[in-house]
């Protein structure tokens, strides 16, 4: 069980960043939160894109541009693993999205950033 989630602000940058540089025609940008969970606190500590588009209602998500990434991740902080997701909106892609990761991770945290008032709008659910 989740009780505390630590986001790292490199973490806030990258996802910042990542929404920020979106193209208008893009559908929303998300991407996977890497990190470490331990006694009831998750860290999210990287996180990196991920492209993905919806084609005839199917979610299409680039995963081979995602496991050589992981890999090397890995090879630099073998602890580290996937803690959850992070997007705009929720909505039906963003949603399936939560459905493709890894089922063996019990506890995905999805990090919502709202980029589009002054205000920086951040959020955490957990799914459990």
């Known amino acids: 069980m989740i009780n505390k989630v630590v986001v790292h602000p490199s973490v806030l940058f990258t996802v910042v960043n990542n929404l920020e540089r979106r193209k208008p025609e893009d559908q929303d940008n998300s991407g996977i939160i890497i990190g470490q969970a331990s006694k009831g606190i998750v860290y999210l500590k990287y996180a990196y894109p991920v492209k993905y588009e919806m084609l005839n209602g199917v979610l299409q ?45 019990p506890s995905l945290v999805y990090l919502r950033v709202n980029v589009s008032d002054n205000d920086l709008g951040i959020e955490t659910f957990v799914r459990q």
């Open 61 to 105: 998500i680039e995963s081979e541009s995602i496991k050589p990434l992981l890999d090397l991740h890995r090879r630099v902080h073998p602890g580290h693993i996937i803690v959850g997701w992070y997007t705009k909106k929720i909505d039906n892609p963003t949603y399936l999205i939560n459905k493709y990761l890894p089922k063996e991770i």
